[in-house]
């Protein structure tokens, strides 16, 4: 599935206020859902006629944080409305009452399956994609331009006075350059803007609060496969 250029993809987005999940499969990256309800994680496929989504049993992507932007999500029938900046720029409008503060991340998956982003405003997610990602950018493999090798090695299941919810533990197995078809989703701010070593992934947004909920132990997960060869 040719990748959408970051020109056309910001055109897109200035026209229709829409982000990368509507159009056709010829205009827009596949995406990962990480469901922050109940756990597990979906990849949305295509095969030329018709959309679906495929069961991912064990998530290991380069995750790339230079391609990161936050905002405001809403998750509608035609799907995902963004208005997201790259980190540094300030924050837009928020556009309605149902638009919630998000994160959206390219990431690579290993068997020629290429880029896909991860899109969220679910906030065990979130909280668990802002601390894989402070963990990552004070690597020093990190400020070498190498991209981490992440996991999602489990879910913690946990209930909370809003409902259940599952939250996603990364972990990075290993470092590698980062593959050129990276480079065109890149999230730069402005000029006039920078990102400090230590700005959180989404300002304002919180990590998960503490809710005296009893965590409950998530399933085993039997023998992990090795880290895959992203070529």
């Known amino acids: 599935m040719p990748a959408q250029s970051a020109e056309r993809r910001k055109t897109d987005n ?3 206020g829409f982000g990368l999940s509507i159009g056709s ?32 049993d064990d998530l290991v992507c380069l995750m790339d944080w230079s391609t990161l ?7 509608t029938d035609r799907g995902p409305d963004k208005r997201l900046v790259a980190i540094g720029d300030p924050l837009p409008d928020r556009p309605s009452e149902k ?20 899109c969220s405003t679910a906030i065990g997610v979130v909280g668990a994609l802002e601390r894989i990602y402070e963990t990552s950018i ?10 981490p090798v992440v996991r999602l090695s489990e ?7 809003h409902g259940n919810r599952a939250v996603p533990v990364f972990e990075i197995l290993d470092w590698k350059d980062r593959p050129a078809e990276l480079d065109e989703h890149k999230a730069s701010p402005k000029p006039r803007a920078a990102m ?6 989404s300002s304002g947004t919180s990590r998960p609060a503490a809710t ?4 409950m132990t998530p399933p085993a997960s039997g023998a992990r496969a090795p880290v895959p060869d992203f070529g």
């Open 138 to 147: 004070a690597a020093p493999e990190w400020q070498q331009g190498k991209v």
């Open 25 to 56: 499969s010829k205009d827009f990256l596949p995406s990962i859902r990480i469901n922050g309800k109940d756990g597990g994680v979906e990849r949305s496929t295509w095969d030329g006629s018709e959309r679906g989504l495929e069961v991912v």
């Open 99 to 118: 638009h919630k503060q998000g994160v959206q991340v390219v990431v690579y998956l290993p068997g020629g399956l290429g880029c896909h982003e991860i």
């Open 196 to 201: 400090p070593a230590s700005t959180p992934v």
């Open 14 to 16: 200035m026209t229709t």
């Open 212 to 215: 005296g909920s009893t965590q």
């Open 155 to 161: 879910f913690i299941k946990e209930k909370t006075k």
């Open 69 to 75: 932007q936050v905002g405001w999500v809403e998750f």
